[in-house]
């Protein structure tokens, strides 16, 4: 029997203040609120988007990214990689450009309004990415991890000074 593989063309485009994550043309996902000066500002948070941080204590990459993060993401690779080869998450979560697509997916998979302002925007994003998906609603002022990232995602965003 011969093995036949699919491939996903997969396009983001980020326009008019949003995210647009493409997978075909019948799928388009997108994200409210989520910019290119979010996807900035959740890199500067994560590692001060140091494009050159490679895996320390089980993250990696400029945006601080873990194995159970790119999981939840559906373990995006770099192209014509495979998910199953022994770092495949890590070149990815080092590539900035791959890495952006892992947030997205993992953005996509759990975002929503975890400040309760009734708004889904970065303030969210930045805390599903430090509070994990399924737990976003802890305020962050909560520990000196999240006073950091905190601090860094205020000097990163214009419409919080």
Known sequence: ??????????????????????????????????????????????TECDLTKGCDKGYCGPYKISKLYWKDAKEVTLPDDDKERAGAYEDC???????????????????????????????DYMMINFNGGYQCHPPLNRSDAGRSWLARYKACNPKLR
């Not at 996903?8 to 994200?31: A, C, H, M, P, Y």
């Not at 947030?103 to 309760?116: E, F, Q, T, W």
Request: charged share 20%; glycine share 6%; hydrophobic share 35%.
């Open 1 to 46: 029997m011969e093995k036949t593989r699919l491939f996903i063309i997969v396009t983001i485009l980020i326009t008019q203040g949003r995210v647009v994550f493409n997978q075909d043309e019948n799928s388009i996902l997108k994200l409210p609120n989520l910019d290119r000066q979010c996807m900035r500002c959740l890199c500067h948070v994560a």
């Open 93 to 123: 979560s080092i590539s900035y450009q791959c890495a952006q697509k892992i947030v997205l997916n993992y953005i996509a998979k759990y975002g929503r309004d975890c400040n309760g302002d009734g708004v889904t925007d970065c303030d």
